[in-house]
């Protein structure tokens, strides 16, 4: 079935360096794939998505690749922060006609950790 | 705050008690979402509004389950004769327009004793 997964659950970086978050989904159909933040005891936080048609998109010190041909998904955050210490979830979104238009299907997360 | 609020932010109940949720969205947000966390993984979609109207429903929405949206803006989600499987964090989402920006309140954490 439809799916989003993540490759690693962990994550432990130094402050300062750039850290890498990857995602693997299995849903060829979906239009738009998303990146979420979520501190603890917190709501998740929308970062940055990427539509489909897209292969890279870059925000405020984060960067989204797209891989098609290997359904793969990575988030890169630049000069991590111990504010950065999160867990981040990738998800899926379908904007297809009919069905789960507007349903994100996550993945299970990834848990950064910022060291000082 | 403009974001989107729910209450309460946590409620304890015994199992078999029902329970009811509220959650505010961003005052020009027409969709509205409600999802459901337990520990350790992602969310997970329950239901969907457009304006007032109901339009889709998880499987994972029991009949034990019921949300509104009556006049197209605050929603709640009422959880009747809940059971212990039933505890979880639910987060109420909001957007405008496209589903894939959605912006999520805090949640509320429910633990059924």
């Known amino acids: 079935g439809e799916s989003v997964g993540l490759h690693l659950p962990t994550l432990s970086v130094q402050e300062g360096d750039n850290s890498i978050i990857n995602c693997a989904y299995s849903?060829?159909?979906?239009?738009?794939f998303i990146w979420y933040k979520q501190e603890s005891g917190k709501g998740p936080q929308f970062i940055i998505d990427?539509?489909?048609?897209?292969d890279k998109r870059q925000g405020q010190r984060v960067t989204v690749l797209l891989n098609k041909t290997v359904k793969h998904l990575s988030l890169q955050i630049a000069a991590t922060q111990p504010g950065d210490s999160a867990v981040y979830f990738c998800a899926e979104n379908n904007l297809g006609s009919g069905g789960s238009n507007y349903k994100l299907t996550f993945g299970k997360g990834t848990l950064l950790t910022v060291n000082p | 705050d403009t974001g989107v609020s729910q209450d309460p932010r946590h409620k304890i109940t015994k199992r078999g008690q029902n329970v009811t949720f509220r959650c505010d969205p961003i005052?020009?947000?027409?969709?509205l979402y409600w999802y459901r966390q337990t520990l350790g993984q992602g969310p997970e979609f329950l239901t969907y509004?457009?304006?007032?109207?109901?339009?889709?429903k998880s499987r994972l929405l029991s009949d034990r389950f019921s949300a509104e949206r009556p006049k197209g803006s605050f929603s709640t989600l009422e959880i009747q004769r809940t059971e212990q499987g039933d505890s979880a964090m639910y987060l109420c989402?909001?957007?405008?327009?496209?589903?894939?920006?959605?912006?999520f309140g805090p949640g509320t954490r429910l633990t059924v004793t």
């Open positions: 849903n060829s159909a979906s239009d738009y």
């Open positions: 509004f457009q304006n007032e109207a109901q339009l889709e």
């Open positions: 990427i539509r489909s048609n897209m």
């Open positions: 005052s020009e947000h027409n969709r």
């Open positions: 989402a909001s957007s405008l327009g496209t589903g894939h920006e959605q912006y």
